[in-house]
């Protein structure tokens, strides 16, 4: 199981996973793809190298994201496999609290995609964003799979 708790009043991020806390002082950043986006992430390390990395993302200042994401660096001492790709996405939330008139948006929190075959150590993921910007939301409270459109 892993709880993550991102609280922007107290501006600290707490993991507890496997057992295990972790907490650190949320240090957003903003996107290198994009100057819309600001994100926060906390990481719990996992053998050879490798991380799970639970992040939280607002796209213009007002649609939120949660994700987890796998990060398993290529460790053999042969060369690097064609269309290795190091990262793997294993699950995510959205969740726009004020949703856009006249638009498809909903205040509805989406789990967007969930894969805990992936992760069978966890069996359970959940989190919760406490004081952010454009609204409070846990993954407990998702209703629908999929996006808003």
Not at 62 to 73: A, G, I
């Amino acid at each position: 199981m892993a709880h993550i708790t991102f609280d922007f009043t107290k501006g600290m991020a707490k993991l507890v996973c496997l057992e295990e806390t972790i907490e650190k002082k949320i240090s957003l950043v903003e996107c290198q793809y994009s100057q819309y986006t600001k994100t926060g992430h906390i990481e719990y390390p996992l053998d050879d190298g490798a991380k799970w990395v639970f992040r939280w993302e607002q796209y213009a200042g007002h649609e939120q994201f949660f994700r987890l994401d796998q990060f398993n660096p290529w460790i053999a001492k042969r060369p690097l496999p064609r269309g290795h790709n190091p990262w793997s996405n294993l699950a995510g939330w959205s969740y726009i609290a004020k949703p856009s008139h006249g638009t498809v948006q909903t205040n509805t929190i989406y789990r967007n995609f969930y894969y805990p075959e992936q992760v069978p150590e966890l069996n359970h993921v959940s989190f919760e964003i406490i004081g952010a910007p454009a609204g409070d939301w846990k993954s407990d409270d998702f209703s629908e799979d999929g996006y808003y459109y």
